[in-house]
């Protein structure tokens, strides 16, 4: 007994020297990293381990990955705002997303590679060899413009539904992504209404004076854009957000269920008021209806197109709120003689007059931010696309535009006859509530370079991953 006491103090002893001497050496490191490189050094040092973990989990469980970069999506483009350090934190996506696909390759033997044999998904897979193509179109003006705008035009859209189709698998799964999202936009909606009645970071009013006055401060008022890249994007996610709050407000029973998803949809809905994005009504006045129909029930149709009648006969026809901006700015989208639509069309008149002997388009990243960072002072640059339509347009031709509306009007059929055909009551309000807000936000892209940035673009590949599969989720009787 002794003898293995002493065995046992010996080995404490030793590894005793061995952590002292870790400790010593990993203190050393942090001490000399914090004093080259001060309070960066010392987030590094905080995030190191942090970071590891999630590439650990990406690797291991994709699925994770997945979810991460959904969260990363809604921050990432307000991130420079808020924080001090000025990083290209859209790097993280793409990074979350490489991980997440190489998960996937190292647990190849789990997953079920027949999910991908679906038309939607070939289809994206071949919008995305159209754009890889177009590298080579002699208009486009600079290679590397095309390796930045890729991204947003198809590159994460096939990557998303990828992963979507294959670790997707549960009803447990839908449930928390929507769940996540709505968490996510009353936290974007809170964040909009600090910016609109408290006041501003000192990174977001130096945002605005780079630049992002021009269109987010308009006679004095201030367009709320959140922790989003710009308040076009944040109001859309909010129609979208207050669509789905709407819809459940409709379908669930209990009274305090419903009371909660009241208080959700006027705040995600104020959310969408304090941005001024106008468009974005669209997501709202389609959604509605359409999810009626979907569903198929009459009292809930008169409901919907009761709802979003309302809605447009006070914006239209009433002055009911006109002494609000919010509420007048949002009654501006209804007026066809409104000055800023009419701008918009004559640039549209002048993109049709220039693309007329152009049916390929004049190469992807010449339009919009990619436009003016490499070609400044170019007439694409100069002339803002204001709708993501124009943009595919311009950057990838009549060809690309009708392969684009191809896949979109394939998506909605596919996904309307797959939602038709569900059981489950429960699935079915999911699925046609992401039907209804993937139409609105179509719909609402014409005025709005909307669809391809986040989060809603991450939000939209997923559910069109999603709703247009959606039958697997009742014949896989292991959910």
């Given at each position: 007994m002794?003898?293995?006491i002493?065995?046992?103090?010996?080995?404490?002893?030793?590894?005793?020297?061995?952590?002292?001497?870790v400790?010593t050496?990993?203190?050393?490191?942090?001490?000399?990293?914090?004093?080259?490189?001060g309070?960066m050094g010392?987030?590094?040092l905080?995030l190191?381990?942090?970071a590891?973990?999630?590439?650990v989990?990406?690797?291991?469980?994709?699925?994770?990955?997945?979810?991460i970069?959904?969260?990363?999506?809604?921050?990432?483009?307000?991130?420079f705002?808020i924080?001090p350090i000025?990083l290209p934190?859209?790097?993280?996506?793409?990074?979350l997303?490489?991980?997440?696909?190489?998960?996937?390759m190292?647990n190849?033997?789990?997953m079920?590679?027949?999910?991908?044999k679906?038309p939607?998904f070939?289809l994206?897979l071949?919008?995305f060899?159209y754009?890889c193509?177009?590298?080579f179109n002699?208009?486009s003006p600079y290679?590397p413009?095309?390796?930045?705008?890729?991204?947003?035009?198809?590159?994460y859209w096939?990557?998303?539904?990828?992963?979507?189709l294959l670790?997707?698998?549960?009803?447990?799964d839908?449930e928390l992504l929507?769940?996540l999202w709505?968490?996510?936009?009353v936290l974007?909606?809170l964040?909009?209404?600090?910016q609109?009645?408290?006041?501003l970071?000192?990174?977001e009013?130096?945002?605005l004076?780079?630049?992002?006055?021009?269109?987010h401060m308009l006679f004095g008022?201030?367009?709320?854009?959140s922790?989003?890249s710009?308040a076009g994007q944040?109001?859309?996610?909010?129609?979208?957000?207050?669509?789905?709050a709407?819809i459940r407000?409709?379908?669930e029973?209990?009274?305090?269920?419903?009371?909660?998803y009241?208080?959700?949809a006027?705040?995600l809905?104020w959310?969408?008021?304090?941005?001024?994005?106008?468009?974005a009504?669209?997501?709202?006045?389609?959604g509605?209806?359409l999810?009626?129909?979907?569903?198929?029930n009459?009292?809930l149709l008169v409901?919907?197109?009761?709802l979003?009648?309302?809605l447009?006969?006070?914006l239209k026809?009433?002055?009911?709120?006109?002494?609000n901006?919010?509420i007048?700015r949002?009654?501006?989208a209804?007026?066809p003689e409104?000055e800023?639509f009419?701008?918009?069309?004559?640039?549209?008149?002048k993109?049709?007059?220039?693309m007329?002997d152009?049916p390929?388009?004049v190469?992807i990243?010449t339009?919009?931010?990619?436009?003016?960072r490499?070609a400044?002072?170019s007439?694409?640059?100069?002339t803002?696309p204001d709708?993501w339509?124009v943009k595919?347009?311009i950057?990838?031709?009549?060809?690309?535009l009708?392969?684009?509306?191809?896949?979109i009007l394939s998506?909605?059929?596919v996904?309307y006859r797959?939602?038709?055909?569900l059981?489950?009551r429960q699935?079915?309000?999911a699925?046609?509530s992401?039907l209804?807000?993937?139409?609105g936000?179509?719909?609402a892209?014409y005025?709005n370079?909307?669809f391809?940035?986040?989060p809603t673009?991450s939000i939209?590949?997923?559910s069109?991953a999603?709703?247009t599969t959606c039958v697997?989720?009742e014949?896989?009787?292991s959910?």
């Amino acid at each position: 007994m002794t003898e293995a006491i002493q065995q046992l103090r010996l080995s404490f002893d030793a590894r005793l020297w061995v952590y002292t001497v870790v400790g010593t050496v990993l203190a050393l490191i942090a001490g000399f990293v914090i004093a080259q490189f001060g309070i960066m050094g010392m987030a590094g040092l905080i995030l190191a381990p942090i970071a590891v973990a999630f590439i650990v989990a990406a690797l291991m469980q994709p699925r994770i990955g997945l979810f991460i970069y959904l969260q990363i999506c809604f921050i990432v483009n307000g991130l420079f705002r808020i924080l001090p350090i000025t990083l290209p934190y859209g790097m993280l996506a793409d990074a979350l997303l490489v991980l997440s696909l190489l998960g996937v390759m190292i647990n190849a033997r789990k997953m079920d590679w027949k999910q991908l044999k679906s038309p939607i998904f070939y289809l994206i897979l071949g919008w995305f060899v159209y754009t890889c193509l177009l590298i080579f179109n002699p208009l486009s003006p600079y290679t590397p413009a095309w390796i930045f705008a890729v991204r947003a035009i198809s590159l994460y859209w096939v990557q998303v539904t990828m992963l979507s189709l294959l670790l997707i698998k549960s009803r447990q799964d839908i449930e928390l992504l929507i769940r996540l999202w709505l968490l996510w936009s009353v936290l974007a909606a809170l964040w909009a209404f600090k910016q609109q009645y408290i006041g501003l970071t000192p990174g977001e009013v130096q945002w605005l004076n780079s630049g992002a006055a021009k269109t987010h401060m308009l006679f004095g008022h201030l367009r709320s854009f959140s922790f989003y890249s710009d308040a076009g994007q944040f109001g859309a996610e909010m129609a979208y957000a207050t669509l789905l709050a709407t819809i459940r407000l409709l379908e669930e029973k209990g009274f305090w269920t419903k009371l909660i998803y009241a208080v959700l949809a006027a705040t995600l809905f104020w959310g969408y008021a304090v941005s001024g994005t106008r468009g974005a009504l669209s997501v709202l006045l389609v959604g509605l209806p359409l999810y009626a129909v979907l569903r198929g029930n009459i009292w809930l149709l008169v409901a919907g197109v009761f709802l979003a009648g309302s809605l447009f006969g006070i914006l239209k026809y009433t002055s009911i709120g006109g002494g609000n901006y919010q509420i007048h700015r949002m009654r501006t989208a209804l007026d066809p003689e409104d000055e800023s639509f009419q701008v918009r069309l004559e640039n549209q008149r002048k993109l049709d007059e220039y693309m007329n002997d152009k049916p390929f388009g004049v190469g992807i990243g010449t339009s919009g931010d990619w436009g003016r960072r490499f070609a400044p002072g170019s007439f694409l640059a100069e002339t803002p696309p204001d709708s993501w339509l124009v943009k595919i347009w311009i950057e990838t031709g009549i060809v690309g535009l009708a392969y684009f509306i191809l896949i979109i009007l394939s998506a909605f059929v596919v996904g309307y006859r797959q939602i038709l055909q569900l059981k489950d009551r429960q699935m079915k309000i999911a699925m046609a509530s992401f039907l209804a807000g993937f139409l609105g936000i179509c719909v609402a892209s014409y005025g709005n370079p909307i669809f391809g940035q986040f989060p809603t673009n991450s939000i939209m590949y997923i559910s069109i991953a999603v709703f247009t599969t959606c039958v697997r989720f009742e014949r896989n009787t292991s959910i």
